[in-house]
């Protein structure tokens, strides 16, 4: 995996404005000063109650737990727990870090080393060398000329393209392009090519790598067109100017 140095041209370095971190997932949901997309999406849907901190209420465990089983396998070994066929697991010494991890049965282990299989087998796009040389779960925080402080996450960039690990019930475009919709993923895209943009001075394509959480696992890379990616940095704009009226 390429380092920062790789992929940072030397104007845009970290400064006061830009700053980079390598920091564990919980790192990153835990720092409030700046605002993330998942807020803004949160806000734009029009949850009256939204906090800047995360909060999962279970939704999302197995496709977190493959987001970090795919992009970050250091953290998923230190985070999770699978328990073998017969309801155990590997024997800890520790047991408060054990109770702290999130369990996992053999099945859903099975299941998750089959999704990652059946994306780096992906015919159409060499996406495994992308994914293994890429900048993988990189914060990058950043203030705007207005004095708003925002960050981003995004799964993996490298060069010349952002890459966003998706899982979805059907990959199929129409479906998926509901899903955007339903969803404000290219909400989410817009700034993070943003993020990208101010750290390595050139503007990124994205893509959606889409996969279905049951065999045979299908996959499909969407990449968004550049009008798409121009519609969603104007929807972007106006949801952060309401958003920031309204924490005013």
Known sequence: MRTIDDLVRPVAAAGPHLQTRQ???????????HVSSSMLRRFARGEAHFERGYADHGQSRIPQALHAAMLEPGRFAQEYFVLDGDGAGTAFADKDDLLERVWLSSAEHAELRAMQQAIRDYPRAPLAAALDSGMRELSIYWTDAAGARWKARPDCFTEDAILELKTTQDVRPAAFARTRRRFGYDLQAAHYVEAVRRLTGRTPRFAYIAIEPRAPYYVWVHELASEDLDRAADELASVRGRFLAAAA
């Open 23 to 33: 920091e564990p997932l919980a790192a990153y949901l835990a720092e409030t000063e």
